[in-house]
């Protein structure tokens, strides 16, 4: 089982910037796929985006142009950089990996206020 620990999320103003951080607890280099999700308070977890091992990335429309999602094997960690931050964008925001069956991490909060 992989297990994952995201970090990064905190208060932040509209526009602004925040990176988040899902280190995993073994190599990540074989794990097909990669992503985060977010929920909001009332609404279903989304996907944000994702990224596969070779490299293709995937993205949830309201965000492309505004957060990247980045992989550094040699660190087993997984990224989040996320620009340009709206208030729509608030939620728990979750690092997910493919490998046996999928795991989550326990999610980190990004609020963004007006």
């Given at each position: 089982q992989?297990?994952?620990?995201e970090s990064g999320g905190g208060l932040v103003q509209p526009g602004g910037s925040l990176r988040l951080s899902c280190a995993a607890s073994r190599s990540?280099?074989?794990i097909w796929k990669m992503g985060w999700y977010r929920q909001a308070p009332g609404k279903q977890r989304e996907l944000v985006a994702t990224i596969i091992s070779g490299g293709s990335t995937n993205y949830v429309n309201s965000v492309k142009g505004r957060f990247t999602i980045s992989r550094d094997n040699a660190?087993?960690?997984?990224?989040?950089?996320m620009n340009s931050l709206k208030p729509e964008d608030t939620a728990i925001y979750y690092c997910y990996q493919s490998s046996s069956g999928g795991s989550w991490g326990q999610g980190t909060q990004v609020t963004v206020y007006s």
């Open positions: 992989v297990q994952l620990v990540i280099f074989s660190k087993n960690t997984v990224y989040l950089q």
